[in-house]
């Protein structure tokens, strides 16, 4: 027999988690549930109809999020121009220096942002940077020449989604201190993205096969398909 935390023992009082909801009221039972110590962060859990072994079935993109994540972004560039980066806003900036500091083992950051031109040498940093997510790629919006852009869009809370190789996408999509409006925003902003993600190759009917909403510390609950039915 399967034994609960005392925190899903709770969160059942609130409501019945075999069951699905709307998104309103998906969000309302998410903010009855008792809250940690720290300022939790909300999450979006996808399963996709995709085949994961299908490398055209990939799904992954970014998407700004209307009341931000509410998470401080902390930004390196790659570039020959640093100062630009750094007047930008980034928190750190350079190209050989900065490239041996992050080969060094140095990962203190969310997110790396590099110049087309930069890329030809930052490609030698995939084997420290792609197993955890920090490669800059063009389809994510981090190799580009507008480093400005590149760096407010981030700061401002805008998130990357990726499949992972069960068909699974997790993506923040704000805090628990955030109004249900603010997240409501949110996360149909996130499911709008990844629905027009889908693959040109897909040619089922179930994209996005479920959904569920949850909290750092917090059970899921489910949300119903009429709500991504579209997709």
């Known amino acids: 027999m399967v034994k609960h935390s005392k925190r899903y023992r709770s969160a059942i009082k609130v409501a019945d988690l075999t069951k699905e909801f709307t998104l309103p009221e998906a969000v309302e039972i ?12 909300v999450e979006l859990s996808f399963r996709l109809g995709v085949d994961p072994a299908a490398g055209e079935q990939m799904v992954r993109g970014t998407t700004p999020l209307p009341n931000g994540s509410g998470k401080k972004i902390r930004v390196i560039v790659f570039t020959d121009s640093p100062e630009v980066a750094l007047k930008a806003g980034a928190d750190e900036a350079g190209l050989a ?15 790396a942002i590099a110049t087309t031109e930069a890329m030809k040498q930052v490609r030698t940093l995939a084997r420290v940077l792609g197993p955890k997510g920090l490669m800059p790629n063009p389809k994510s919006g981090t190799v580009t ?11 401002a809370g805008r998130v990357e989604f990726k499949m992972d190789k069960t068909a699974n996408i997790g993506v923040g999509v704000g805090k628990r201190s955030f109004t249900n409006d603010q997240i409501l ?29 949850s909290s750092s510390m917090s059970p899921g609950v489910i949300i119903a398909s009429s709500e991504f039915s579209k997709y």
């Not at 998410?30 to 962060?41: H, I, Q, R, V, Y």
């Not at 020449?145 to 700061?155: S, T």
């Not at 925003?185 to 499911?191: F, H, K, L, P, Q």
């Open 97 to 111: 220096d900065l490239m041996k500091k992050v080969s060094d083992g140095w990962l203190d950051f969310d997110v």
């Open 185 to 213: 925003e949110n996360v149909r902003a996130v499911v709008e993205a990844v629905g027009k993600a889908k693959p040109a190759s897909f040619k089922g009917s179930n994209f996005i096969k479920s959904l569920a909403i």
């Open 145 to 155: 020449d507008d480093v400005v852009a590149g760096i407010k869009a981030v700061k």
């Open 30 to 41: 998410l903010t009855k549930f008792s809250k940690a110590k720290f300022d939790e962060t």
